[in-house]
């Protein structure tokens, strides 16, 4: 794809990558982005769900296989309110107009980076505290779920 040169006055057009057509969202995208708008809406178990999972895109729709998870689980976990939100992800971002999840074949992998944390959030918070991190490191662990015990006016 030939870039035309920047010049004063003229817009700057930038190459698209490989895996992005214009005008639409690479499947990376399309999944931080979903992943991260689940997390940041309470639906951290749909976002850790389906970080681990199988993308692909179909023509207008996104497959995303979830391995290790049986039909009534994945039906549980991705229900109609989950689904409302990526599917209004998916349309503030140009992508696939259908979303489909199914249970996939295999176990579940662990990806490679956890599941955003939301900025501001208790889980953030948690994280953050030493005694926290100090126990991290001892036990090589995760930290899976926090509950916030703290008064509400």
């Not at 809406?41 to 497959?63: K, P």
């Not at 971002?93 to 956890?114: C, E, N, R, V």
């Amino acid at each position: 794809m030939a870039v035309a040169p920047i010049t004063e006055g003229a817009l700057a057009k930038l190459p698209v990558a490989e895996t992005e057509s214009a005008g639409a969202p690479g499947i990376e995208s399309l999944r931080n982005a979903i992943v991260s708008a689940l997390a940041n809406s309470g639906r951290a178990s749909a976002a850790e769900l389906l970080n681990n999972a199988v993308w692909t895109i179909n023509g207008s729709s996104l497959h995303v296989d979830v391995p290790g998870v049986g039909q009534r689980m994945l039906s549980l976990t991705v229900n109609a309110a989950t689904e409302k939100i990526i599917k209004q992800e998916l349309q503030r971002l140009g992508g696939p107009t259908k979303f489909t999840a199914i249970p996939g074949a295999g176990s579940a992998s662990a990806s490679s980076a956890p599941p955003p944390v939301a900025a501001g959030s208790i889980h953030e918070t948690a994280l953050a505290h030493p005694l926290v991190q100090r126990a991290r490191e001892i036990f090589h662990a995760e930290v899976r779920s926090v509950v916030d015990l703290r008064e509400k006016p």
